[in-house]
């Protein structure tokens, strides 16, 4: 599976630790910024190309981070096709794949270990969606309303 990756200055670190750990579990990870550190960047510039790559590309998945998750999730649902969920846990994760068939998942640095992050990306990329008709209905209304707007 292809797996995209980035984040701004507060998530730099996590990045960094998520892409290694990636990589050696056999993904196809592919990190789009930033490269190096610099307090002063902003996230929506490297949430944007995350989610672009994952709108065209329906089998891929992205994850962004910054401090608190909230910026980086709310920037990356503004592309069409994009389902960003932030997830401070395995279950709350897996709901997110089950249910609502997410394609992004957003992290909060600042709140989360390691190994729990580490554990929630786990869970996150192994959970299928269920494919519930109920499911598959309102992810066509948000579609609907992807057009509309």
Same mark, same amino acid.
């Given at each position: ?7 701004? @200055? $507060? $998530?730099?670190?996590? %990045? ?6 990636? !990589?050696?579990?056999?993904? =196809?990870?592919?990190?789009?910024? *930033?490269?190096?550190?610099? *307090?002063?960047? =902003?996230? *929506? ?16 998945? $992205?994850?962004?981070?910054? !401090? ?12 069409? $096709? ?8 395995? %279950? @709350? ?20 270990? @390691?190994?729990?992050?580490? !554990?929630?990306? =786990?869970?996150?990329?192994?959970? *299928?969606?269920?494919?519930?008709? !109920? ?15």
């Amino acid at each position: 599976m292809k797996v995209y990756i980035s984040s701004d @200055h $507060g $998530g730099f670190n996590l %990045k960094n630790l998520i892409f290694k750990y990636l !990589r050696n579990k056999g993904y =196809d990870i592919i990190d789009l910024g *930033p490269k190096e550190l610099n *307090p002063t960047d =902003d996230f *929506p510039i490297f949430t944007k190309p995350v989610a672009e790559e994952v709108s065209k590309d329906v089998n891929s998945k $992205g994850i962004v981070i910054c !401090r608190n998750g909230v910026g980086v999730s709310i920037a990356a649902n503004k592309i069409d $096709g994009i389902r960003c969920a932030l997830s401070f846990n395995q %279950k @709350h994760a897996a709901s997110t794949r089950k249910d609502d068939d997410t394609n992004m998942l957003a992290l909060p640095a600042d709140y989360l270990s @390691h190994e729990d992050a580490l !554990r929630i990306i =786990d869970t996150w990329l192994t959970t *299928p969606f269920s494919q519930e008709e !109920r499911f598959e209905r309102r992810i066509e209304e948000i579609k609907k309303l992807e057009k509309e707007s």
